[in-house]
């Protein structure tokens, strides 16, 4: 058996398993199949090196819904905000501390409160396939990251053997949800020939707000969103051009964590992708992305009413060039070199007839803009029979500016200072401009204990620099600084000028074994991170004369911290008879995180989960009935006034027959209608504004489910 097949072999998983790939694994399905390259460059290698190909998650195109049900199986958690725009969490951490790449292209949220992260642009049914790495990733999967990447590929040409352009594959899917009254539909369709290949996919979705285990309504959680993309393809024997448009659309998105709903998203974007066959058996891609969104943001709702409109401009262009050298029989270079562009206006129109909005245009961000020049190599070497090893290192210049701001007016009220006229002079008095010089640095090592164990170890030094919010949000008064944060905790940000970079050291060591009835794996990370950008609390407010009603305001500040935990998976197949193929899958995650400074716990750090699922399959029929508990969350940042919440524990059951063209599924999500609090969900404000005398509850889940989902092949 030679290396190549003992490594597949070992981690060539089911593509339903939902076990999270180590850093090692992506190493290899990046350095060394690297996913962007056309399927049919693998076919001219029988005298190059041996491809070592890893399977991430693959999706199913009539999978419905966001990004976040794929992810979800993956080890990724996910700090709820509107239906479809959840921030993702990896080892603790949130937002763009994860690379997030949607075909290689890196899409900035341009929002104040991260209403349209990167994985709200792309819908279930467009994903082909998704890949996670948490902690130590190879700097060829990209820079600026210090938690994990996400990639996600929804741009697969498929080709056929036809010398003229014919019908190639189509499906329709629709689905419902009882919880919100979700209705979902999506189309895929291609026509393709030896040459040339084109795809639409498109999904449409809309919800009421869903109701919990009381049967009471959680407010603002409605939404409604569509997406499309268009992409056409040609190659011939060395060489592959790929196209991709795309537009989405978001008239409303309720937003029950935040002080502001979205009130329009639209985005056009661009992607330009050439691959080619060096003549040394290497690869070459380039490819370039443009993305453009206009965002407003206000109130839709009398779920959540209020008066004051928003607007955000946002830009981003980007080229990247990869490069794959084969060495020799045993060994790969990848060199590359990036290059990205973010430029970001947001505006607070003033409100006519407001003597607090008005009568000038609140500038919150002027002519931002963000700069990212990378370049990086990375080494592979299959030492011998038992050994691989890869070491990389990237650099990065990462450049910041803004513009003057202005605020609403620089009266002051009922004799008050004007603390955002103060403010404002200041912030135009600075020389704005910000940079930072980040090396990272990986070591990847692999052994292969016998044909079905491995040992894997992953050091890293990794950055990433301050996004434009946490550096340039300069309000100081409530309802400015409001405005600002991701979190979904109702208290108030200052952005802060002269952060540092975040530099992560982290290590990285896992157990996986491989046999015919069993799989198992072990992993455990350890983070320490210098100048985190965490926050501090300046003032505090209360809009209420209840005390427990009090917020605080908080300024960005760098930190040292801790994150370290550990994460168990086993799949064992019960039985294969009469009855059908049963499995059983187990899986544990653990993680803890600290500020070094005073030991207090970090922000939104999920408590210790399990879930135990046991699945049958029989021909065309599949059934899967699981058991998630989830401990209680006591560990909370007093800072922020996080909420503790209660253990508790779901049972969801699902069953799917595939029938001709056809495939139904049919689900019940926690069918016994238990009442519960999600420990990443924020606070609901919006309960809050129709009650005060609740207080910042913790937002609810979802009460049971009933869940139908339909899907025709064509």
Same mark, same amino acid.
């Given at each position: 058996?030679?290396?190549?097949?003992?490594?597949?072999?070992?981690?060539?998983?089911?593509?339903?398993?939902?076990?999270?790939?180590?850093?090692?694994?992506?190493?290899?399905?990046?350095?060394?199949?690297?996913?962007?390259?056309?399927?049919?460059?693998?076919?001219?290698?029988?005298?190059?090196?041996?491809?070592?190909?890893?399977?991430?998650?693959?999706?199913?195109?009539?999978?419905?819904?966001?990004?976040?049900?794929?992810?979800?199986?993956?080890?990724?958690?996910?700090?709820?905000?509107?239906?479809?725009?959840?921030?993702?969490?990896?080892?603790?951490?949130?937002?763009?501390?994860?690379?997030?790449?949607?075909?290689?292209?890196?899409?900035?949220?341009?929002?104040?409160?991260?209403?349209?992260?990167?994985?709200?642009?792309?819908?279930?049914?467009?994903?082909?396939?998704?890949?996670?790495?948490?902690?130590?990733?190879?700097?060829?999967?990209?820079?600026?990251?210090?938690?994990?990447?996400?990639?996600?590929?929804?741009?697969?040409?498929?080709?056929?053997?036809?010398?003229?352009?014919?019908?190639?594959?189509?499906?329709?899917?629709?689905?419902?949800?009882?919880?919100?009254?979700?209705?979902?539909?999506?189309?895929?369709?291609?026509?393709?020939?030896?040459?040339?290949?084109?795809?639409?996919?498109?999904?449409?979705?809309?919800?009421?707000?869903?109701?919990?285990?009381?049967? /009471?309504? =959680?407010?603002?959680?409605?939404?409604?969103? *569509?997406?499309? #993309? @268009?992409? $056409?393809? +040609? &190659?011939?024997?060395?060489?592959?051009?790929?196209?991709?448009?795309?537009?989405?659309?978001?008239?409303?998105?309720?937003?029950?964590?935040?002080?502001?709903?979205?009130?329009?998203?639209?985005?056009?974007?661009?992607?330009?992708?050439?691959?080619?066959?060096?003549?040394?058996?290497?690869?070459?891609?380039?490819?370039?992305?443009?993305?453009?969104?206009?965002?407003?943001?206000?109130?839709?709702?009398?779920?959540?009413?209020?008066?004051?409109?928003?607007?955000?401009?946002?830009?981003?262009?980007?080229?990247?060039?990869?490069?794959?050298?084969?060495?020799?029989?045993?060994?790969?270079?990848?060199?590359?070199?990036?290059?990205?562009?973010?430029?970001?206006?947001?505006?607070?129109?003033?409100?006519?007839?407001?003597?607090?909005?008005?009568?000038? /245009?609140? =500038?919150?961000?002027?002519?931002?803009?963000? *700069?990212?020049? #990378? @370049?990086? $190599?990375? +080494? &592979?070497?299959?030492?011998?029979?038992?050994?691989?090893?890869?070491?990389?290192?990237?650099?990065?210049?990462?450049?910041?500016?803004?513009?003057?701001?202005?605020?609403?007016?620089?009266?002051?009220?009922?004799?008050?200072?004007?603390?955002?006229?103060?403010?404002?002079?200041?912030?135009?008095?600075?020389?704005?401009?910000?940079?930072?010089?980040?090396?990272?640095?990986?070591?990847?090592?692999?052994?292969?204990?016998?044909?079905?164990?491995?040992?894997?170890?992953?050091?890293?030094?990794?950055?990433?620099?301050?996004?434009?919010?946490?550096?340039?949000?300069?309000?100081?008064?409530?309802?400015?600084?409001?405005?600002?944060?991701?979190?979904?905790?109702?208290?108030?940000?200052?952005?802060?000028?002269?952060?540092?970079?975040?530099?992560?050291?982290?290590?990285?060591?896992?157990?996986?074994?491989?046999?015919?009835?069993? #799989?198992?794996? $072990?992993?455990?990370?350890?983070?320490?991170?210098?100048?985190?950008?965490?926050?501090?609390?300046?003032?505090?407010?209360?809009?209420?004369?209840?005390?427990?009603?009090?917020?605080?305001?908080?300024?960005?500040?760098?930190?040292?911290?801790?994150?370290?935990?550990?994460?168990?998976?086993?799949?064992?197949?019960?039985?294969?008879?009469?009855?059908?193929?049963?499995?059983?899958?187990?899986?544990?995650?653990?993680?803890?995180?600290?500020?070094?400074?005073?030991?207090?716990?970090?922000?939104?750090?999920?408590?210790?989960?399990?879930?135990?699922?046991?699945?049958?399959?029989?021909?065309?029929?599949?059934?899967?009935?699981?058991?998630?508990?989830?401990?209680?969350?006591?560990?909370?940042?007093?800072?922020?006034?996080?909420?503790?919440?209660?253990?508790?524990?779901?049972?969801?059951?699902?069953?799917?027959?595939?029938?001709?063209?056809?495939?139904?599924?049919? $689900?019940?999500?926690?069918?016994?209608?238990?009442?519960?609090?999600?420990?990443?969900?924020?606070?609901?404000?919006?309960?809050?504004?129709?009650?005060?005398?609740?207080?910042?509850?913790?937002?609810?889940?979802?009460?049971?489910?009933?869940?139908?989902?339909?899907?025709?092949?064509?």
């Amino acid at each position: 058996m030679t290396l190549t097949n003992k490594v597949m072999q070992t981690i060539k998983l089911n593509t339903n398993s939902p076990w999270v790939y180590s850093s090692i694994a992506l190493a290899i399905m990046f350095a060394i199949t690297q996913p962007v390259m056309a399927e049919q460059y693998d076919k001219r290698n029988s005298e190059g090196i041996e491809r070592v190909e890893v399977h991430g998650q693959a999706a199913n195109n009539d999978l419905l819904g966001s990004a976040q049900n794929l992810l979800n199986k993956q080890g990724v958690d996910f700090s709820e905000a509107g239906g479809v725009s959840a921030l993702p969490i990896l080892n603790g951490m949130m937002g763009d501390r994860i690379k997030v790449l949607i075909d290689g292209s890196d899409i900035t949220s341009s929002c104040a409160n991260q209403m349209n992260p990167p994985l709200s642009y792309v819908s279930a049914n467009q994903i082909s396939s998704t890949q996670v790495v948490a902690g130590v990733s190879p700097v060829s999967a990209g820079g600026d990251n210090i938690a994990g990447v996400i990639n996600v590929t929804s741009l697969t040409p498929v080709f056929t053997d036809s010398d003229t352009v014919t019908w190639q594959s189509g499906n329709i899917s629709s689905g419902y949800r009882s919880t919100n009254d979700a209705i979902l539909a999506g189309v895929n369709a291609t026509v393709a020939s030896k040459t040339l290949s084109f795809n639409y996919q498109g999904s449409f979705e809309d919800a009421n707000s869903y109701t919990d285990a009381h049967g /009471d309504k =959680v407010l603002d959680t409605l939404y409604q969103s *569509q997406n499309h #993309a @268009l992409t $056409a393809a +040609w &190659q011939d024997d060395i060489q592959q051009v790929a196209v991709k448009l795309t537009h989405q659309h978001i008239p409303f998105q309720g937003f029950a964590n935040q002080y502001m709903d979205m009130t329009n998203n639209d985005s056009y974007g661009a992607l330009v992708r050439y691959q080619r066959t060096l003549e040394n058996e290497g690869e070459f891609t380039a490819q370039a992305n443009w993305h453009n969104v206009e965002h407003q943001m206000g109130f839709f709702t009398d779920e959540k009413t209020g008066m004051m409109p928003m607007k955000t401009k946002g830009k981003d262009y980007s080229y990247q060039l990869h490069w794959q050298l084969p060495m020799s029989s045993d060994s790969t270079l990848l060199i590359g070199q990036e290059y990205y562009v973010y430029q970001l206006d947001d505006t607070w129109p003033a409100i006519e007839g407001s003597a607090m909005m008005g009568p000038n /245009d609140y =500038v919150n961000i002027n002519g931002g803009e963000r *700069q990212r020049a #990378a @370049l990086y $190599a990375e +080494w &592979q070497q299959t030492m011998n029979t038992r050994w691989w090893l890869s070491a990389g290192v990237r650099y990065e210049y990462v450049s910041t500016s803004t513009g003057e701001v202005q605020p609403y007016n620089t009266m002051s009220m009922m004799g008050m200072t004007n603390v955002n006229a103060i403010a404002a002079d200041e912030f135009n008095g600075l020389y704005r401009k910000r940079n930072d010089n980040n090396i990272d640095a990986t070591l990847l090592a692999r052994y292969q204990l016998s044909d079905t164990e491995v040992i894997e170890l992953g050091l890293a030094q990794k950055n990433r620099a301050p996004n434009l919010y946490e550096r340039y949000s300069w309000g100081q008064s409530t309802m400015a600084t409001t405005m600002i944060g991701w979190y979904g905790d109702a208290n108030g940000y200052i952005g802060n000028p002269d952060l540092s970079a975040e530099t992560a050291h982290t290590l990285s060591m896992a157990y996986k074994l491989v046999q015919d009835d069993l #799989a198992f794996s $072990a992993t455990a990370w350890y983070s320490s991170i210098n100048d985190f950008i965490d926050a501090n609390v300046v003032s505090s407010f209360n809009r209420t004369s209840i005390d427990t009603n009090s917020r605080h305001i908080l300024q960005f500040t760098n930190v040292d911290a801790t994150l370290f935990g550990a994460r168990i998976d086993a799949e064992y197949q019960l039985a294969d008879n009469d009855t059908g193929k049963w499995r059983f899958n187990a899986n544990i995650n653990a993680t803890r995180g600290e500020r070094d400074d005073n030991d207090q716990p970090l922000y939104q750090i999920k408590p210790l989960q399990t879930e135990l699922a046991l699945q049958q399959q029989l021909g065309d029929w599949q059934n899967r009935f699981s058991w998630q508990w989830v401990a209680s969350k006591d560990r909370v940042d007093e800072q922020r006034l996080e909420n503790t919440t209660d253990s508790y524990s779901l049972l969801n059951l699902s069953s799917s027959i595939q029938w001709h063209d056809a495939t139904m599924t049919i $689900a019940v999500k926690n069918l016994l209608d238990e009442y519960y609090q999600l420990p990443l969900g924020g606070v609901s404000i919006a309960e809050y504004k129709a009650d005060s005398s609740n207080g910042f509850q913790q937002i609810a889940g979802s009460g049971r489910s009933l869940e139908l989902n339909v899907n025709y092949v064509f």
